[in-house]
């Protein structure tokens, strides 16, 4: 069973940028679509980036151009680093498989909180 660990997260200003990092056990994360969701509050989790095992990447409109998933394979970690951050972007993000008849268990997810 694979377990995710989400880190990065922090308070910062309109603007700013945060770096997360996921790191994942077992060996199907390397092999795995990844993506990285967040949930907002009273809203529901959204999938705001994913990437491929080879690196292909997409990435949700309001998030295009601001964001960047990668991955290190041997790692077993996805990033996301998230560049000129708007208080829109205030969520819990967790990342997990995409695609899969069911995501693994949810990790606790990192807070992200943008302040104008």
């Known amino acids: 069973q694979v377990q995710l660990v989400e880190s990065g997260g922090g308070l910062v200003q309109a603007g700013g940028s945060l770096r997360l990092s996921c790191a994942g056990s077992?060996?199907?994360?390397?092999?795995?679509?990844m993506g990285w969701y967040r949930q907002a509050p009273g809203k529901q989790r959204e999938l705001v980036a994913r990437?491929?095992?080879?690196?292909?990447?997409s990435y949700a409109d309001s998030v295009k151009g601001r964001f960047t998933i990668s991955r290190d394979n041997i790692k077993k970690t996805i990033f996301l680093q998230m560049n000129n951050l708007k208080p829109e972007d205030t969520a819990i993000y967790y990342c997990?498989?995409?695609?899969?008849?069911?995501?693994?268990?949810w990790g606790q997810g990192t807070q992200v909180t943008v302040s104008s």
């Open positions: 997990n498989n995409v695609g899969y008849d069911s995501h693994w268990p």
């Open positions: 990437i491929s095992r080879l690196g292909s990447t």
């Open positions: 077992g060996t199907t994360l390397r092999l795995a679509v």
